[in-house]
């Protein structure tokens, strides 16, 4: 399952004070990060993410992922339990004039028991 935001992250915001969203996700594991940076906002972004106020993305605490061109994708062995099921984006925008926004998606599977049915979508 993917679940995804794309995130205008507002001008003038610090690190020390971020701009904080959150993406709803369900109980499971989550497997995959992805974050892609919109075109223009290199190095003036940064984002990390939290569960459970666990910094996870990056896991050098009190570190971001700085925004570059290029996206970035990171394998991820986080078990979703606690409720909510949320995922905390914290990002940062140091551009004093321009908003700038970032996409991230989380992918993540869920174990499935006797007697459930699996359910195929091809698309």
Known sequence: M???DYINIPCNTTPDSPYREFIDV???KLNT???RFRYGSANLCGIRLLYAE???CPLSLG???ISSTDSYVFSADLTIT???HQIT???FNIDDTFDHHVWVALDMS???YPGMSNISITI
């Open 2 to 4: 993917l679940f995804s």
């Open 26 to 28: 369900t109980n499971g």
């Open 33 to 35: 990060i992805t974050i």
């Open 54 to 56: 666990f910094q996870f």
């Open 63 to 65: 570190q971001w992922v």
């Open 82 to 84: 606690d409720v909510p």
């Open 89 to 91: 984006v914290e990002c």
């Open 110 to 112: 869920r174990e499935t």
